[in-house]
Each structure stands twice: as C-alpha cells, then as structure tokens.
C-alpha cells in the first residue's frame, strides 16, 4: 500500500531554520511529481513548492527564495529546506505525489511547523 510519511516539523523561533523529509513507498517514486503543500488554521491549503519527476522546480510567491524543494530517487524521498521561518510560515506541512499520466494523487499525513518567539 502507499504511504507518505513527513518528518521534521517543530518549534522554531522567527529567524530559523527547518528541514521537512517525505518519504514515500508503494509508489514507482522516480516517475511522480512532488508537491509541498501547507495548511495554516482558518485557511485554505495552498501550494508551496514542487518539483517534477526530471528535477525542474517551482515555488509560490510568498516562499522569496526562502525555501528549496529537491528529492533523492535513490531513497525515495522529497524534502522542504526552509530557511528565514516568518511566524505567517506556521502551518500543517503536506507531502503530495502526483502521476500525472494516470491521474494517481496521494497525501502524506501532514507535521506542525510552528514559528514563534
């Protein structure tokens, strides 16, 4: 079965750093796109960055070159480097995978970024 599996939330003060890891299995991970995804209480969730199956890379505007998105096929794994953490950075973090020829879309479970002095 597929699971996605996000590690590396926490308690950081404004100013910091944090490192999101999702690793996934039951999916040929190689070919998937893979997202980045946050949730803040009373909003919407939004996309943050992604990274396509060939390595090529996209982020949303308010990331300001902040955060870097890159995976490693050898571990099946995507990570979120962030850098600069704004208390408006607080969040639920999600991992997405995305084969676009067949439509699959799975979600990892989401961890707690907190930003806060």
């Known amino acids: 079965q597929v699971q996605l599996v996000e590690s590396g939330g926490g308690l950081v003060q404004p100013g910091g750093s944090l490192r999101l890891s999702c690793t996934t299995s039951?999916?040929?991970?190689?070919?998937?796109?893979m997202n980045w995804y946050r949730q803040a209480p009373g909003k919407q969730r939004e996309l943050v960055a992604t990274i396509t199956s060939g390595g090529s890379t996209n982020y949303a505007d308010f990331v300001k070159g902040r955060f870097t998105i890159s995976r490693d096929n050898a571990v099946n794994t995507v990570y979120l480097q962030m850098l600069s953490l704004k208390a408006e950075d607080t969040a639920v973090y999600y991992c997405?995978?995305?084969?676009?020829?067949?439509?699959?879309?799975?979600w990892g479970q989401g961890t707690q970024v907190t930003v806060s002095s």
């Open positions: 997405n995978a995305n084969y676009r020829l067949f439509g699959s879309v799975y």
């Open positions: 039951g999916i040929i991970f190689k070919i998937y796109d």
